[in-house]
């Protein structure tokens, strides 16, 4: 079935091909140059340590509207689509039905237990109660610590979770409904793209592990 995919395969390395001229016209007619990427990523470092000394309300207006841009450019082209249909590629090797999902003739489901959406919605909650009830005197490393704490905490409920399927579902259900948001039905050229992608992965695996 891999040999399969990876000729059939051919077809869905030209779409990656597309989608990699696409991004390079798109900045070339930008006329973005290669160091406005790196540019970019030294100014998301940066700006959050300047808005650490910018008064509370410049600091929360820049925040909210970050936030609701990122937001906006994730909602937005095939990303979700493809998201989805990793989802769905990764769920139709764990059912043993590779076959049957890159004809199309079955679909598993795009929703994912070990989503990152997931660990996001548990995470959210757990972050905010800590802040809230934190025990201790507030200092300025107070932030980072709560933080810290609320990543470890969240990732060892998130193993536990992950080892009881039935329990799963019912702690992440937000997670699950968030990917609502952060997936879409794909069609079947872009599950045969993530399957793709997941032939070459396994592939690796098998070459090298």
Known sequence: MLNQIGVAGSEQE???RRIAVA???YWITKRCPPTFWFASLI??????LVLAFAPNWLGLAVGFTTTFALLGW???GRTLYLHGAEHRAIAALEERRLRETW???ARPSRFSLRCGTNFAALLMPVAIFGGRFWPLPATAVTPLVVSVLALA???ELWLLVQRLPRLARIVLLPGLGLQR????EPKLAETQVALTA???VLRRELTHG
Do not use: D, H, N, Y
């Open 43 to 48: 100014a998301a470092i940066i700006a959050p």
């Open 103 to 105: 004809t199309g003739l």
């Open 23 to 25: 991004v390079s016209k």
């Open 14 to 16: 030209r779409q990656f």
């Open 153 to 155: 905490l969240t990732m």
């Open 198 to 200: 997941l032939s070459a």
């Open 74 to 76: 994730l909602l937005r």
């Open 181 to 184: 948001l952060t997936t879409r």
